[in-house]
C-alpha cells in the first residue's frame, strides 16, 4: 500500500514538473483543436501557413527571449523592423543582389541593437528607457528616409517602400519569401532552423548558460568572471540581427514595407510570445522552443477569429485575454498544487 | 509554568520528515539555546512557532494558552517575534517608517503623525541604548544597526517571546557585546529569548538553558551551567565529531604571491609575500579592510597604488577575468548575493567559472562535465542526490562545497575564501577546515578572511591582523590565539604603547 502510493505521488511530481516546463505545448495544443473545431476542414497547407505567418513574429522573439532571459527588455524591435526592412528595399534596389540584402539587414540590425545594448550595458540605463527611446527613434526614422529619398530608390511609391519589379532579382527573392519546400513554406522553415540554433546556444553552450546566469543573479554572475555588461551587449546585439533577418523575411515575403504599419505593436506580439514560451520576464528561467510555440499559438488565434468571420479589431482583445489567462494559470497552478500536496 | 511549551511536534514536507515529534519549552525571562547543524529542524519549528508552516502533529501552548492553528498574524499578536538571519527591513524606508509600518499613527483623514512616531521610536532606541536617528534612511545603517532596528521593533510591539536566528554573524565583536548587554536588561524585565547559533562561546556567554536537536529529533536540554562546549557539541553532531588538532604543519614552496603597498578601496599599503602551499589567515574587525584586500585581489574593485605580482609577474587590476586567467578564485562572502545562481542546477553552478575561462570552445560537452562533477562531489563529500538538483536544494554547507568545486574546477592556484564558514553547521565547518588543509599540502595556497580566529587557529601558516586599512601585525602559527588577535585588531597595543 505504501508503495503503491510512493510511486503515484513520484509519478504525480514528475508529470505536474513537466506541465508545468512545456506549458507552452499544452497551450498551443488547445489552441489548435479550437482552431481544427473552428475551421470548416483542416488542410496541410492550411495548417503549414501557420510557420510562414509565424515566422516574423517568432524570429523576433527569439532575441526577445535572450534579452528577457538576462532579465531585460527590447522595445524597439518593432520599429526596427520597419526601418530595417525599409532600408533593405532600398538597398535591394539599388544593388538588385539577394545576398547583398540579406548581409545589409543583418549588420544593420546589428548596429541597431549594438547602440541598445551599450547604452543598456556599460552607460547602465534602464533597458525599458533606452529601448522606449530608440522605438521612437527607429520609426521616426523609417517614416522621414521613405518621404525624403529619391522615389526611384523607394520603388516610385509616396509613402511605401517597394521593391522594384523589374530587377532580375526580384523573382528569386519575392519566390524566396512565398515558396516551399515539399509544401512546408520556406520561411517557415528558416524559423524552425533559426529555433533550433538558438535552442541549441541555450542548452548546450557556454554563452547560453552565462545568459542565464546573468539574468539569475548578476552579482552572482560577475563574481564568477562573467563580464556582465558584455553579456548584455552581446544579446542586445543578437536580437537586433534576429530582426534584421526578419526584416530580411519581411520584404522577401512582400516586396515592400510600409513604414507606418509595418512592425507596428511586434514588440508587444514578440515579448507575448516570450511569456507564454514560458520565459520568465525577470530573468533567468525558460526555454527557447516555447518562443517557437508561443508564435505560432498567435498567429492561430488570428486565423480562428478570421475563420469565424469575427471583426478582426477584436483580435488584439482575444490575443490579451488568453495572455492573462496562461499566466495566470502558470502562477495559480503550483499554488493549487502545493495545497492539494500539503491535504494529502 | 513555562512561557511557551510545544510537545510532539511533527512536519513533513513531501513526505519527508523534517521534524519528528520533538519538544521545547521556553521558561518566562530566560535565554534558551536552540541548538543543531543546519538542516536538524531548528528553522522549520521557528517557522511553525510563528505561524509559516501549520504543524501535522503535536500541541503548542503559550503563556498558558493552547493553540491549535496559528497564522503569522495570531503569532504576532499573541508577542512571538522573529528576528530573521536575513533582515526583513525596507532599505528605502525611514527608520521610524520601518517600526510603524502598517500600524502608523494617524489622523481621521488618514494624515500620518510623523512627529509622533519619531518621538516614540527615540524613546524606545533611548531605553534601549541604541544610537540610531529615528529619521535615518534604513539603507544607510550599518548591518548591526539593522539587526538593533530589528529588535527595537518587535520590542515596541510588547514581544514577550523574540526568536533571534543567527544574530550576530555580521557583527563585530564590539556590536556583539552591545547586543548581548542588551539582551541581558531585556531578560530581565521577564522578555524571553529562543538564541539560534553556531558559536559556541557566545551560546556559553548568553544563554540559560539550551535544547539540541538532531535530523529532526529531540536529543536533549538542560542547563548551560551543566555542560560544556564539548559535551553540546557532541549532542549536535553525534558520534563521529572529533575536536581533534587538524593542523600539520607542512613545508611551503617557492614564494607565489607578492603585494607591494598594495591600496585599494578600504585597505593602506599592504605589502605581504606567500609561498606556494601556504594557508594564511587575515583577520580583523568588520570594515578593517582584510575583506576589502582580497576584493581587489581578485578584481571586484581597483587598486589606487602598488602592485600585485604572481610568479613575479603583475597582474592588472579592476578585472576579474585577468585575475582568473592569472589562477587566482575567490569564494565570495555573502553566499546567497555573490555566489548562489538561484535558476540553475548543481552541475551548471559549478561549472559556470570554468565556462568564462574555456570560451573559446563553446559546446558544452555534457558527459565529461557529469564526470567532474561526480568526481568533486566525492572528493568534497558534497550530499546531493543528483546533479541536475536546484541549488536551493541543498543546505548551505553543502552550497558552499559545490562552490568551492566551482573553484577548485578553475584549476586555480591561489585560493581566497572570504569568511568561507558563514552560516554553515559545526560539522560542515570542521570538514570545510579539513578540505582547506588538504588542499594546501597538494600545492594550493590558501587566504582565509574569518572574524573567527579559533578557525583560523586551527589552519592558518600565519595570521595577518588589519586595523583602519592597515595590516598591523604578523602573528606565526603558534602566537595565533584570541586574546593575542583581539588585542591587535582593536589596536590595544598601540595604544598601551603609546600611552
Known sequence: ?344 | MSLLEMNGISKAFNGVQVLKGVRLNVEQGEVHALLGENGAGKSTLMNVLTGVFPKDSGTIAFDGKEIDTITIRQSEELGIAFVHQELNLFNDLKVYENIFLGKEYQNKLGKLNKRKMMEETERLFHELGVDINPSELVANLKTSQKQMLEIAKALFFKAKLLILDEPTTSLNNEEVKHLFSIVNHLKKTGTSFIFISHKMPEIFELADRYTVFRNGEFIGDGAIGDTTPEEVTGLMVGENYSAGEVYEKRKPGEVILELHDFSGPGFKEVSLQVKKGQIIGLTGLQGSGSSELMQCMFGVTEAISGEMKIRGKRVPSHSIHKAMEAKIAMLASNRKENSVIPDMSLLENMYLAEHTLSARRPHIQKRKEEERFEAFKTLLNIKARSSSDSILSLSGGNQQKVFIARWLNTDADILLFDNPTQGIDVGAKAEIYKLILEMAKKGKTILINTLEIPEIQKVADFCAVFYNGRMIKILEHDEINDTTVMLYSTNAVNQEIGG
Open chain 1, 1 to 344: 500500500m505504501k508503495a503503491g502510493e510512493k510511486k503515484n505521488g513520484i509519478s504525480f511530481g514528475v508529470l505536474s514538473k513537466w506541465c508545468g516546463e512545456f506549458s507552452f505545448i499544452i497551450v498551443f495544443v488547445l489552441i489548435f483543436l479550437v482552431y481544427a473545431l473552428t475551421s470548416n476542414g483542416l488542410t496541410w497547407s492550411g495548417t503549414m501557413n501557420i510557420f510562414r505567418h509565424s515566422a516574423v513574429v517568432g524570429i523576433i522573439g527569439l532575441g526577445m527571449g535572450l534579452v528577457c532571459m538576462t532579465g531585460e527588455i527590447d522595445l524597439s524591435v518593432g520599429s526596427m523592423l520597419a526601418l530595417n526592412s525599409g532600408l533593405s528595399v532600398i538597398m535591394f534596389n539599388i544593388t538588385d543582389h539577394i545576398l547583398m540584402t540579406l548581409l545589409f539587414a543583418l549588420l544593420f540590425g546589428a548596429a541597431c541593437g549594438l547602440i541598445n545594448g551599450l547604452l543598456v550595458g556599460y552607460i547602465k540605463m534602464p533597458a525599458f528607457i533606452v529601448t522606449l527611446a530608440t522605438m521612437l527613434i527607429f520609426r521616426s526614422f523609417a517614416q522621414y528616409i521613405c518621404q525624403h529619398i529619391d522615389k526611384a530608390l523607394a520603388g516610385g511609391g509616396s509613402s511605401v517602400y517597394r521593391m522594384i519589379k523589374e530587377l532580375s532579382s526580384y523573382q528569386p527573392f519575392y519566390g524566396l519569401g512565398n515558396g516551399k519546400v515539399l509544401t512546408v513554406p520556406i520561411v517557415g522553415l528558416i524559423l524552425i532552423l533559426m529555433t533550433a540554433l538558438f535552442v541549441y546556444i541555450t542548452t548546450s553552450t557556454k554563452y547560453g548558460k552565462k545568459v542565464y546566469a546573468v539574468g539569475s543573479n548578476a552579482k552572482g554572475a560577475q563574481m564568477a568572471g562573467i563580464n556582465v555588461s558584455l553579456m548584455k551587449v552581446s544579446v542586445f546585439v543578437l536580437a537586433g540581427i534576429l530582426t534584421g533577418l526578419a526584416s530580411f523575411l519581411w520584404v522577401a515575403m512582400n516586396a515592400s514595407s510600409d513604414p507606418a504599419t509595418t512592425g507596428s505593436s511586434y514588440e508587444m506580439y514578440a515579448i507575448a510570445a516570450v511569456v507564454l514560451g514560458g520565459i520568465s520576464m525577470s530573468g533567468g528561467k525558460g526555454k527557447c522552443l516555447g518562443i517557437l510555440f508561443g508564435a505560432m499559438s498567435y498567429t492561430i488565434i488570428d486565423k480562428i477569429i478570421v475563420a469565424l468571420k469575427m471583426d478582426s479589431l477584436i483580435n488584439d482583445a482575444i490575443k490579451g485575454i488568453i495572455l492573462i489567462l496562461v499566466i495566470v494559470v502558470q502562477i495559480i497552478g503550483p499554488r493549487i498544487k502545493e495545497r492539494l500536496t500539503r491535504h494529502n
